[in-house]
């Protein structure tokens, strides 16, 4: 059971334009989201988070909406450079009540092309 | 200020050869995670060790252990590799669990022929 799903495996995008990266959650208990940026042969790194508390949170060129109701997120990225291409990973962490102990649910990841 | 080390980088391992994986983190964090990733599954949580001297399992432990050593260094252990093993590795720590990311290494390929 697939509790964050990223229905995307790809996206192509034109330099200069928006990038919209999806990301849907089954699990209720979810109240942390955060959204990584992977790079061939390197580690995740962390790119943005929203707790469920906020419906938006934006850093730069990148902001991530929650909508809590229909258990969806997104990434925006404005404007798009092709630095941006990499592999996008939604995750998602039930920490109310302290018993998480900070375990991440990841998504399958979205390959990001920005094109010059 | 290396952040999360993983060594090695890369391995290949015959059927039932036996491995341990290292990681090392810097940063003081408290809690650490081994996670694994295959193509078109994203990254499933192994083991974690959510403070030192404590070690549980994920969603898929099944052929893995642990050993948290020290508040540095939590090690995941193939006993008996088996090809469906093959993937690649990523370590994690973070220093608290609320509202904070956690930090990767940059992964062990493993290759389980």
């Known amino acids: 059971d697939q509790q964050v799903k990223q229905n995307s495996p790809s996206l192509s995008v034109q330099e200069g334009r928006i990038s919209i990266l999806n990301c849907d959650y089954t699990n209720s208990m979810f109240d942390y989201f955060l959204w990584y940026k992977k790079y061939p042969a390197e580690g995740p790194t962390f790119l943005i988070s929203i707790s469920s508390i906020k419906d938006k949170n934006e850093d730069g060129r990148f902001t991530v909406f929650l909508n809590k109701s229909a258990k969806h997120l997104s990434l925006h990225i404005v404007p798009s450079q092709p630095g941006d291409s990499a592999v996008y990973f939604c995750a998602a962490s039930a920490e109310a009540g302290g018993t998480s102990y900070g375990k991440l649910t990841f998504g399958q990841g979205t390959i990001l092309t920005v094109h010059p | 200020n290396a952040g999360v080390t993983q060594t090695p980088k890369f391995q290949v391992l015959k059927t039932g050869q036996s491995m341990t994986l290292q990681c090392a983190q810097d940063?003081?964090?408290?809690?650490m995670y081994w996670y694994r990733q295959d193509p078109g599954m994203g990254l499933r949580l192994i083991y974690y060790s959510a403070s030192e001297g404590t070690t549980d399992k994920g969603e898929v432990p099944n052929g893995y252990n642990v050993s948290r050593l020290n508040k540095r260094e939590f090690s995941l252990r193939l006993e008996s590799a088996a090809p469906s093993q093959t993937s690649v590795y990523f370590c994690?720590?973070?220093?608290?669990?609320?509202?904070?990311?956690?930090?990767f290494g940059d992964g062990t390929r493993l290759s389980i022929l």
């Open positions: 994690a720590s973070v220093g608290q669990w609320v509202n904070q990311p956690q930090h």
């Open positions: 940063m003081n964090h408290n809690s």
